[in-house]
């Protein structure tokens, strides 16, 4: 069920059902009680749908709704209205992030980063975090043919201090069965140094699986590992969860498959925190509400090395359907309502065998349209 539905627009006490098209909050809007709207918000800018050497077997953009991506030229002059949009509100944090891989669509990268770098320039503001995610498999990688650059160093060239990887199992073997051969085949001990010596803060981003890292010594091993490679700080993701009550053709268009595979995986999150919460190996800090409340985060200290090891999880496709969206830019430059308003937004949606077109690589029956929505199982299976 919604959690709330006041939000939206205020002064404004009519549902955007009951307005005209043209009066419905699609927008963020521009007006001085909007002012700071944004200073406790993340911006999040996904530049690409496209994701080229990532399989990963949850990948929840391939079950979302998909916006249809714009060519680099409108991406980054819509983009830029809705930047300067966030950065007048006071937001100070900006988070290049996928639905896809960013350096999968390095015009569209760079072209964001050279506009935030010159809006923040013309406003004369500083952000306290800039930071890229990316699935690790083409950072070290010439950022153009014959350059002796990568792409790590691109990213430092434009400021980014902060770089976010997918590290979704403890061997090569866990992560080629969860994330597909590429992101598999990353030697971490080789990467992340390398990394870390240029100058670039590392975070990981792991996902919470069944036969993967599921349990308070997988978690162990996986944070002594990175923390020993040089990361400063970790994140373990649980699943997410869209309630069965909300599952449809606006919430999950895509790949059953990938949701279904979410579904069989899904651990005992609430276990899991409370046995990290009596391991001698980390110390528990707080629990802090995440995305309006959608999700809950939990961050701990690792007590060998000091830094900050954060779990989360999300319930998605419940929002409200008339709040508008924290300010998070999809691959056609607009910060709209969020994807399960799609009547409401102005926003143009693929069908799946495009989305398909997005994601080459992956086994096309993963696209193949839905017969039937399948019931899921409860969220928490101990506590069934
Ligand atoms: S890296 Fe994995 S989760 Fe991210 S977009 Fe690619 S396939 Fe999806």
Same mark, same amino acid.
């Given at each position: 069920?919604?959690?709330?539905?006041?939000?939206?627009?205020?002064?404004e006490?009519?549902?955007p059902?009951?307005?005209?098209?043209?009066?419905?909050?699609?927008?963020?809007?521009?007006?001085?009680?909007?002012e700071?709207?944004?200073?406790t918000?993340e911006?999040?800018?996904?530049?690409?749908?496209?994701?080229?050497?990532?399989?990963?077997?949850?990948c929840? $953009?391939?079950?979302?709704?998909?916006?249809?991506?714009?060519?680099?030229?409108?991406?980054?002059?819509?983009?830029?209205?809705?930047?300067?949009?966030?950065?007048?509100?006071?937001?100070?944090?900006?988070?290049?992030?996928?639905?896809g891989?960013?350096?999968?669509? $390095?015009?569209?990268?760079?072209? +964001?980063?050279?506009?935030i770098? &010159?809006?923040?320039?013309?406003?004369?503001?500083?952000?306290?975090?800039?930071?890229?995610?990316?699935?690790?498999? @083409?950072?070290?990688? !010439?950022?153009?043919?014959?350059?002796d650059?990568?792409?790590?160093?691109?990213?430092?060239?434009?400021?980014?201090?902060?770089?976010?990887?997918?590290?979704?199992?403890?061997?090569?073997?866990?992560?080629?069965?969860?994330?597909?051969?590429?992101?598999?085949?990353?030697?971490?001990?080789?990467?992340?140094?390398?990394?870390?010596?240029k100058?670039?803060r590392?975070? +990981?981003?792991?996902?919470?699986?069944?036969?993967f890292?599921?349990s308070?010594?997988?978690?162990? @091993?996986?944070? &002594?590992?990175m923390?020993?490679?040089g990361?400063?700080?970790?994140?373990?993701?649980?699943?997410?969860?869209?309630?069965?009550?909300?599952?449809?053709?606006?919430?999950?268009?895509?790949?059953?498959?990938?949701?279904?595979?979410?579904?069989?995986?899904?651990?005992?999150?609430?276990?899991?925190?409370?046995?990290?919460?009596?391991?001698?190996?980390?110390?528990?800090?707080?629990?802090?509400?995440?995305?309006?409340?959608?999700?809950?985060?939990?961050?701990?200290?690792?007590?060998?090395?000091?830094?900050?090891?954060l779990?989360?999880?999300l319930?998605?496709?419940?929002?409200?359907?008339?709040?508008?969206?924290?300010?998070?830019?999809?691959?056609?430059?607009?910060?709209?309502t969020?994807?399960?308003?799609?009547?409401?937004?102005?926003?143009?949606?693929? !069908?799946?065998?495009?989305?398909?077109?997005?994601?080459?690589?992956?086994?096309?029956?993963?696209?193949?349209?839905?017969?039937?929505?399948? @019931? $899921?199982?409860?969220?928490?299976?101990?506590?069934?």
């Open positions: 069920m919604p959690r709330s539905s006041k939000n939206f627009q205020m002064g006490n009519r549902r059902e009951e307005m005209l098209p043209t009066e419905r909050p699609t927008e963020i809007e521009k007006t001085p009680e909007k700071k709207a944004f200073a918000e911006m999040k800018i996904e530049v690409t749908n496209v994701c080229q050497f990532g399989r990963c077997r949850f929840s $953009p391939c079950f979302r709704p998909t916006v249809k991506e714009a060519g680099t030229e409108e991406f980054l002059r819509k983009m830029e209205g809705n930047l300067d949009t966030y950065l007048r509100g006071c937001g100070r944090k900006i988070i290049l992030t996928g639905g891989e960013p350096i999968d669509a $390095p015009k569209k990268l760079f072209g +964001t980063l050279e506009l770098s &010159k809006k923040l320039e013309k406003l004369g503001v500083n952000l306290d975090l800039l930071a890229v995610y990316s699935n690790g498999v @083409r950072l070290l990688e !010439p950022v153009s043919e014959g350059s650059k990568t792409y790590v160093d691109e990213l430092l060239k434009h400021g980014v201090r902060d770089l976010n990887i997918s590290v979704h199992g403890l061997t090569n073997k866990e992560r080629s069965e969860i994330a597909g051969e590429y992101m598999g085949n990353i030697d971490f001990d080789t990467l992340i140094p390398r990394i870390v010596e100058g670039m590392i975070m +990981t981003r792991t996902t919470l699986a069944k036969g890292i599921d308070v010594d997988t978690v162990e @091993r996986f944070t &002594k590992w923390s020993g490679l990361v400063k700080m970790m994140y373990f993701s649980d699943l997410f969860y869209v309630p069965p009550e909300e599952r449809g053709a606006e919430t999950v268009p895509g790949s059953q498959e990938t949701l279904e595979w979410t579904d069989k995986h899904r651990i005992d999150f609430d276990k899991l925190v409370n046995d990290v919460k009596k391991s001698k190996d980390f110390e528990f800090v707080a629990e802090y509400a995440r995305h309006r409340e959608q999700g809950r985060t939990f961050e701990f200290k690792h007590m060998v090395s000091g830094i900050k090891v779990f989360g999880d319930t998605i496709g419940d929002e409200p359907v008339e709040a508008p969206t924290y300010a998070y830019v999809k691959p056609d430059g607009s910060m709209d969020h994807n399960n308003a799609r009547d409401l937004a102005k926003r143009e949606y693929v !069908p799946l065998k495009t989305v398909a077109k997005y994601r080459p690589g992956r086994p096309e029956r993963e696209f193949q349209q839905i017969v039937q929505l399948r @019931r $899921p199982p409860k969220k928490s299976p101990s506590s069934e």
